[in-house]
């Protein structure tokens, strides 16, 4: 079943939401309508044969499925990689509230496609930021266009989430070709798109150590690695010492090459360092900011392609006759009819526009910090960071539940590989673990975002959504104003405790509190796109809004009481003996 880009949807959350002005408010229209006939008409028909055949490791070089490299050559023809770059970069200056969307659409319609550019995003983000002006002449305006990807390798075997146990050695050279620069040897594991035939040249971010750094975390440093060497105009010339070892065979994504790269084998691959010695995870952390908003983005792409599926499946399948249906009324009607089935996909679609809603807010948080200065600066940027962890844990936790219902809806055949429903299930899975696994989301809330400035940033954000109960006025919103003024109590306590308890403990209750977060802060913002919906007097439209709200208010809000014995119950979890287990 074909997917569609929810046009009107995306435009209303934007509008509710987004913060688009000027230019950017005027461009909308025509970006997202061409973003979405090219996700319809050449993403999408890759991504089934794209799971199946998967990409191949062949004499040393990675081979994608048919028609990845036709895609990606009319993306970086239609300048897409560079739709929210700034201008002095090469870019087109777009707001990231509007690319947004647009990654939503890509990763919609075949995300082991989308993972390419998501990373290449991140790159250039990070390399923005930090590089040198020599590194962003030669390497940035390549980026941005499209011509050449971007990759962050960070993992090792025995170093994954605990990033300070990681071995890559970096050992500094100076001579007349390359000038000062590092030998780079080491191994890296789980590295996406790693290697593979879209592109001339991969530029690879590589965190490693120098010979004299300090143990742990306070001792990597950032490193610029080419698969070509750029010769004397800039063009790839000859091979880097690195290369991809193998690809790994994973639940899913399957048309992404997932690679364990090899550094150094030879004389060392030739690298150069980003930033200051010993202050690369500062760097990357750029780029790892920029996935996770991407990566909580996949979950929303997800979760939307697998409600479509759902729900053109319902409402073709027939069986049986509905609960309060006449037997002798003639023909059966599909089976969205049964009330069960239509809460299931009422389920999954408030879930979508929740987590849309949320993923375009802190896309436009971003968006402001960009924008202005000084103290306005300040709180939006820390309005961004307090969001990134729920966009990205929520979100794809999330997500995972939607692609499973999405089977559910189809019963055993859901199951089969044929109807392409598991597929969706089997891709969603990863998100909540790349990019920082989801416990490390809530710990980074919990430990940094509300430990830094003791939950201000937080207690900013749930005055404002007191203030907007109150224009919640509307006879139509007096059941979903009282969920929303309940959940939004149980956030406040919650982030009270928080902010006063034992690290341990609340580490432990960090993960109900994301959920908790991301529960309310979705139905807040479901009411403001319901209320948006409502000012526009299309009959339909506020309708559905209204109803889609409620529903969320009855089946997700309405547990938000219930999230705080788990946030404020951790010595529980502390107390619990290892060895009972």
């Not at 499946?313 to 049964?338: E, F, K, L, N, W």
Request: net charge negative.
């Amino acid at each position: 079943m074909p997917y569609a880009a929810p046009l009107a949807d995306m435009r209303l959350v934007l509008d509710a939401v987004g913060g688009l002005s000027g230019e950017a408010a005027e461009l909308a229209g025509p970006v997202l309508e061409e973003a979405a006939r090219f996700a319809a008409s050449e993403l999408d028909p890759l991504n089934q044969p794209g799971d199946r055949t998967g990409s191949v490791l062949e004499n040393g070089i990675v081979r994608t499925p048919a028609g990845f490299r036709e895609a990606y050559r009319q993306y970086i023809e239609g300048g897409w990689m560079g739709l929210a770059v700034d201008t002095e970069h090469g870019g087109q200056g777009l707001p990231s509230a509007l690319s947004t969307p647009v990654v939503e659409m890509l990763n919609s319609a075949c995300m082991g496609w989308a993972l390419c550019p998501l990373l290449s995003a991140g790159a250039i983000d990070m390399l923005a930021a930090h590089g040198s002006t020599e590194q962003k002449q030669l390497y940035l305006a390549k980026l941005v266009s499209g011509e050449w990807t971007g990759t962050m390798n960070l993992t090792e075997p025995q170093a994954g989430s605990d990033l300070g146990a990681l071995r890559t050695r970096a050992v500094p050279q100076k001579d007349e070709r390359w000038g000062e620069h590092y030998r780079i040897t080491g191994q890296k594991i789980f590295i996406t798109y790693g290697d593979h035939d879209l592109t001339d040249n991969i530029i690879h971010m590589v965190l490693a150590r120098t010979p004299d750094a300090p143990p742990g975390s306070r001792g990597i440093s950032l490193f610029l690695v080419p698969k070509f060497l750029p010769n004397g105009e800039g063009r790839p010339g000859e091979r880097n010492d690195l290369r991809p070892l193998r690809l790994e065979e994973k639940l899913g994504i399957h048309a992404s090459p997932t690679c364990v790269m090899s550094y150094g084998e030879g004389e060392g691959a030739v690298g150069w360092r980003i930033g200051d010695e010993n202050r690369g995870l500062e760097a990357m952390f750029t780029m790892m900011n920029s996935e996770r908003l991407g990566v909580g983005v996949q979950g929303v792409a997800i979760a939307e392609r697998a409600y479509q599926q759902a729900r053109d499946y319902a409402r073709t399948r027939v069986q049986g006759t509905p609960i309060g249906m006449p037997r002798d009324s003639g023909a059966a009607p599909p089976i969205v009819y049964h009330p069960d089935v239509r809460r299931m996909l009422l389920w999954m679609r408030a879930a979508t526009e929740a987590m849309r809603a949320l993923a375009y807010l802190a896309a436009a948080a971003i968006d402001a910090g960009r924008a202005t200065t000084g103290e306005a600066q300040f709180r939006a940027q820390r309005r961004a960071d307090l969001l990134i962890p729920v966009v990205k844990a929520w979100c794809t936790d999330l997500g995972v539940e939607v692609a499973s219902t999405g089977i559910q809806v189809h019963g055993g055949m859901g199951y089969i590989e044929e109807t392409g429903a598991a597929q969706y299930l089997r891709d969603a899975r990863i998100a909540p673990i790349y990019e920082g696994t989801n416990g490390i989301q809530a710990n980074d809330l919990v430990g940094r975002k509300l430990g830094r400035d003791r939950g201000e940033a937080a207690r900013e954000l749930i005055a404002e959504m007191r203030a907007n109960l109150g224009e919640l006025d509307a006879p139509e919103f007096a059941a979903l104003r009282q969920r929303l003024t309940d959940a939004t109590a149980a956030l406040d306590t919650a982030t009270a405790y928080l902010v006063t308890a034992e690290p341990a403990l609340a580490a432990a209750g960090s993960v109900p509190y994301l959920h908790l977060c991301g529960t309310v802060l979705g139905g807040w913002l479901m009411a403001r796109v319901a209320a948006l919906a409502l000012q526009r007097h299309d009959a339909g439209l506020s309708a559905a809004k209204l109803a889609t709200a409620r529903f969320y208010a009855e089946h997700f809000l309405a547990r938000a009481q219930a999230y705080l014995p788990a946030v404020m119950g951790g010595a529980t979890v502390v107390d619990f003996d290892p060895d009972w287990l």
